[in-house]
């Protein structure tokens, strides 16, 4: 090995984990199976909002091989209620969420009865033997309906639908001025402009490909808890804290997850009440759900209604920014769903040097599955939202939307610097990002021919869409979530082992699922200690091996496990080489450390890293006083956020007569910061703009008026596979991050979190000459066309029955 | 997830199962492809007591030349139909309409007369049938009868099978050297059609002799856009002619209103794609 080695970091290696996963020749959670172990299948109600007036399980229990079939009263004593680590409300008692319902249900989903049996065939049979008597209440599915004084209450014991208000004013923060002054100011002001917009950010499901499965065996001295979940160490503690369990007693597992998205940010009812069945019959019981019990029950996402006002000056200054919203819950609250509008408070202000900003959200219930992360969490709403009203700005002013951002970004020369929101924005590049945008788009040659098609009035109309987006990443520095009151701290944790034969395991607290971090973290390691990359072992997920961790969500992991990793691994480092200098016989400061050799300067005199490891293991000859192990962990927290950035660029073709919208061309240019490995970013980027296109075009929740979800099967939940979607230009610019040593800012939800703005800024841009004002998302082919035809933003909204699909199917009909 | 019990058949021939069908009474299904019925036994939103399994009786596979027809046997797959030969060459139509099924893995699996006993009004292969005037070959109890595709769609994933019969093959007469072109609007790829026109003329030199069009999920059958076809016949084929006769596209159809597309949206939609699909047809 000489100096000379090749870095690791940089490459485009592809995943070691490919071959495991690509060919499912793995464990997930559904294909482990232990002896005797029982299933366990839930009943759900089909009906939003009832009293649950009686239950007969008497026939589900005859059924042979059923073992037990327990309703809420059955396990009201040890069944308990979900936890909310970030209730925002302070001081209020959360409703209950129990993980079955005892007297009465709160959306057409809630668990009111499971069933345990021998084999999962036996256990659906007995599902739909269990008969229940509901006595229907009154719903309410719509947030300003549920707002109203005589509306239905989801959780009468609150009084109000309302849960939680949440406000952050730079006034009152003393971090710029007044929004409200700014905004009464400028609708004074011949020489300003205020624009107000509702924009709505509809319900989407995160449709992970592997649905969610548990898998809990009683019988050893630890219960053991498989899961599908991104947040093991997350689920350990509050299975602990949520029925009663000694936490040491617990050990958690999630082994190959298949994606998440948010949507495994939780720690969920079917894993308690798993827990909890075979705890009672003393042996291993599996609950694995169906994909249209995913869609149903595992939580949503999104699901806001945005006022948002902006002021500026005619010349383009933008002088106040009013962000006031109504976040939907649903019908509880989960592990983090009112935190979610929180994570974007501090985002609406994006790039832009906006004087004053006030945000505020307040809560509201509805008999809907509740709402939790989904990819972006709060920052792809707030992120939608400026861009829109951006947008809406510049055709209020008649300027080019392009030279009204860059006219109120914050300089590349003016970081760091600290925004009206109060974050400190380390680094940034905005200028440098928008110039390869634009000129890998061809920004004025589809300007020329937007102009041309509108002259000639083509059926087919062209538009741009732009959005030069940040996020914050790096969850978090554990003192402001302190601040805004969740219920732990944003460190991460990790831990190196050195083998005898200078083998290394790397022991992460993060939890990938899909990700590829064990070969980003083998490249980390790699370059830290000198060794080949195929000799680093990352190890992640089992409680038992990874002991302490805060798990993979906000796109956290690199920003703040990666670092942690960088620590442990200059702790290994410094270790070595005290114990180099022993063997060299020299002093610790005339070696130098490169390519995994310890080198007396100078000298042609060296150790390697791996010679280190084998006498440390041997110990025969070691420095006096010095513990024999090289071994080290490092816990670290972050002192700040990082903050992605980037500018994309939609071109759409939007066809007048039949409303369909086809994604011509798509740029984006995402400053990341340093990158480990540019095949894994290119990755996320990828399915990140996939997920944020397909909110702006394809994907809806829908409820009907009597609160069923009717688009409960992905026949009906339009999910877009490869070739609805665009062909996408990626580069990259590269602003190092200051804040952490890896220069690195995070990527897994940047695609996201860009991109949905930019595609419904470039719909409306091509019909905005028609007088269109706003499409609300999905824009599907029926709403842009009734917005072309008759002026109308929200054709086919919630409400309406599913569109074709299996919904449709009749079950009497002639299926073949 | 897991359907509920049910017994399974597989018999080998025809014969043995109308036997089966007629044997188990009207709870039973017959399972072709299985792309639309295993979903709906997945989601227990049908149990029947028995399914028969028409998958190992081999001469319902495969197309042949009968005279001046085509016989498609009923579970040929579209896989099959779409690359074959002889429906390219006199049923173009069916070829492009079978090309915009679902994806590859559907294709492989799914069967024309699965597709058009199934008589979804949103299926892509039943406007074809009708506008080809397909007959439809089916076997029960009492021997075979032919039923014509314009008697054999009644309604809404109903047809003039009884539970005892099976459709067993499609007689489609040959359309020798027409253009043809299956103008498909959906919102994803793999997503059903919200509304599709089947549109197939002969020309001769630069005029329309003959046109025969028909439009899915327009109704709760496939339906023949005749006024267009009228309208067509002995007109020059100019943008223009084409745009004047789809304009009457949606006449006589009443489209069932969804979350994808109103009745006047999917009217409007009739009336434009028509005009495509013609478009299409005349220069294909």
Same mark, same amino acid.
């Given at each position: 090995m000489t100096a000379t080695i090749e870095p690791e970091v940089g490459k485009a290696r592809a995943r070691k984990e490919d071959a495991r996963l690509i060919t499912g020749r793995t464990r997930w959670t559904d294909n482990i199976v232990l002896p005797g172990m029982l299933h366990l299948a839930t009943v759900r109600s089909p009906i939003a909002h009832a009293e649950i007036a009686h239950i007969d399980t008497s026939a589900a229990r005859d059924i042979p091989g059923v073992l037990a079939v327990y309703t809420g009263a059955d396990l009201d004593a040890e069944q308990s209620g979900m936890p909310c680590a970030m209730p925002v409300n302070g001081d209020a008692t959360a409703p209950r969420h129990a993980p079955v319902a005892v007297d009465? #249900?709160?959306? !057409? @989903?809630?668990?009111?009865a499971i069933v345990i049996a021998r084999d999962a065939v036996t256990a659906e049979d007995a599902v739909a033997a269990v008969d229940v008597d509901y006595r229907e209440l009154p719903v309410v599915l719509d947030m300003e309906a549920a707002l109203a004084d005589d509306a239905p209450l989801v959780h009468p014991e609150l009084g109000t639908n309302k849960w939680a208000f949440f406000a952050f004013d730079s006034a009152e923060a003393g971090t710029g001025s007044s929004a409200d002054e700014a905004i009464a100011a400028a609708e004074r002001d011949p020489d300003s402009v205020v624009v107000k917009r509702r924009f709505r950010q509809q319900r989407v499901m995160p449709a992970f490909m592997e649905p969610r499965s548990v898998v809990v065996d009683p019988t050893g001295e630890q219960l053991t808890v498989w899961s599908s979940t991104q947040v093991p160490h997350i689920l350990k503690t509050m299975a602990a804290l949520t029925l009663g369990l000694p936490e040491h007693k617990i050990r958690v597992i999630a082994p190959d #997850?298949? @994606?998440?998205?948010?949507?495994?940010?939780q720690v969920t009812r079917e894993e308690m009440l798993a827990i909890l069945a075979a705890r009672r019959l003393g042996r291993p019981v599996k609950w694995t759900e169906g994909r249209s019990e995913s869609l149903l029950a595992a939580h949503h996402g999104r699901d806001q209604i945005q006022h948002i006002t902006i002021a500026a000056r005619r010349d383009g200054t933008v002088t106040a920014l009013k962000a006031e919203l109504l976040a939907d819950m649903g019908a509880y609250l989960g592990l983090f769903t009112p935190a979610i509008p929180v994570f974007g408070a501090f985002m609406y202000n994006a790039i832009y040097k906006f004087p004053a900003y006030h945000f505020a959200v307040t809560d509201v219930f509805t008999n809907k599955t509740f709402t939790d992360a989904y990819r972006g969490a709060g920052r792809p709403e707030a992120t939608f939202a400026v861009e829109r009203i951006m947008d809406e700005l510049a055709a209020e002013l008649g300027v080019d939307p392009l030279q009204l951002r860059e006219k109120n970004w914050i300089k590349h020369e003016e970081f760091p610097f600290t925004t009206v929101a109060g974050l400190t924005y380390d680094s940034g590049n905005y200028e440098a990002a928008t110039e390869k945008a634009t000129g890998l788009f061809d920004y004025d040659g589809l300007r020329r021919e937007q102009a041309e098609r509108r002259q000639r009035k083509d059926p087919v109309q062209l538009g741009i869409g732009i959005s030069t987006f940040t996020e914050m990443c790096g969850l978090a520095p554990s003192r402001v979530l302190g601040q805004l009151g !969740? @219920? !732990?701290?944003?460190w991460e944790h990790a831990s190196i082992r050195v083998l005898p034969t200078g083998k290394v395991e790397v022991v992460t607290g993060t939890s990938p699922h899909g990700q590829g971090h064990e070969t980003a973290w083998s490249q980390i390691v790699a370059d830290q200690l000198g060794v080949p990359f195929e000799d680093v072992e990352v190890l992640h997920g089992d409680t038992q091996v990874s002991s302490k961790g805060l798990d993979t969500y906000g796109s956290r992991s690199l920003a703040v496990g990666g670092i942690a990793v960088v620590k442990a691994a200059e702790k290994v480092v410094a270790k070595a080489k005290r114990v180099a200098a022993h063997l060299l016989e020299a002093a610790e400061e005339d070696l130098e450390f490169s390519g995994g050799r310890f080198a007396v300067k100078g000298t042609d005199q060296g150790v390697t890293i791996q010679e280190v490891a084998l006498a440390t293991f041997t110990a025969h000859n070691f420095p006096e006083g010095m513990e024999p192990s090289l071994d080290a962990d490092y816990t670290f927290d972050p002192e700040n956020f990082s903050f992605p950035h980037g500018t994309h660029l939609c071109a759409t073709e939007v066809d007048t007569e039949t409303g369909r919208v086809t994604i011509r061309k798509y740029v984006c240019v995402d400053d990341i910061g340093a990158v480990i490995n540019p095949l894994l970013t290119e990755g996320q980027v990828h399915g990140g703009l996939a997920q944020g296109i397909s909110q702006a075009l394809f994907e809806e929740a829908v409820y009907d008026d009597s609160g069923t979800l009717t688009t409960g099967t992905l026949a009906d939940y339009l999910v877009p596979s490869a070739i609805d979607l665009p062909h996408y230009v990626t580069a990259r610019t590269e602003t190092r991050a200051t804040s952490n040593p890896l220069g690195v800012k995070g990527v897994g939800e940047a695609g996201t979190i860009a991109s949905t703005p930019a595609v419904v800024n470039a719909v409306l841009d091509a019909v905005r000459h028609l007088g269109v004002r706003d499409i609300e998302m999905p824009c599907s082919p029926m709403r842009v066309w009734a917005a072309v035809h008759r002026g109308q933003s929200d054709a086919g909204g919630p409400g309406a029955e599913a569109g074709g699909g299996l919904g449709s199917i009749d079950a009497s009909g002639g299926a073949q | 997830v897991i359907p509920a019990a049910f017994e399974y058949t597989a018999p080998s021939t025809v014969d043995e199962a109308v036997r089966a069908l007629s044997d188990a009474g009207e709870d039973a299904k017959v399972l072709a492809g299985g792309q639309s019925l295993l979903p709906v036994l997945r989601l227990r939103l049908a149990a029947p007591t028995v399914v028969v399994d028409l998958g190992k009786i081999a001469e319902l596979r495969g197309v042949r030349e009968d005279g001046d027809a085509l016989v498609i046997g009923a579970m040929t797959t579209h896989y099959d139909v779409q690359r074959d030969h002889l429906v390219a060459e006199h049923a173009t139509l069916l070829a492009r309409a079978t090309d915009t099924v679902a994806d590859p893995q559907v294709r492989h699996r799914g069967t024309f007369g699965g597709s058009l006993a199934h008589a %979804?009004?949103?299926? %892509?292969?039943l406007a074809p049938a009708l506008a080809l005037d397909a007959e439809m070959v089916i076997a029960g109890t009492a021997g075979r009868r032919t039923v014509p595709a314009a008697e054999f769609f009644q309604d809404l994933f109903t047809t003039a099978l009884a539970p005892d019969e099976i459709l067993v093959e499609v007689r489609v007469p040959k359309f020798t050297g027409w253009r043809a072109h299956y103008e498909k609007f959906n919102r994803v790829a793999q997503a059903w059609s919200m509304v599709a026109v089947a549109a197939t003329v002969r020309t001769e030199r630069d005029t329309i002799a003959q046109a025969r069009i028909a439009l899915t999920n327009m109704a709760s059958t496939p339906v023949r856009a005749t006024a267009v076809e009228q309208a067509l016949?002995?007109? $020059? +084929?100019?943008v223009e002619n084409i745009r004047a006769a789809a $304009?009457? +596209? $949606?006449?006589g159809t009443s489209p069932t209103p969804d979350g994808n597309a109103d009745v006047e949206y999917r009217q409007e939609l009739a009336r434009v794609l028509t005009g495509r699909a013609l478009s299409a047809a005349v220069t294909a």
């Open positions: 009465k #249900v709160c959306f !057409a @989903g809630d668990i009111v #997850v298949g @994606g998440g998205f948010g949507g495994k940010l !969740a @219920g !732990a701290g944003g | %979804d009004p949103a299926g %892509d292969l016949v002995g007109q $020059a +084929a100019t $304009a009457h +596209a $949606a006449e």
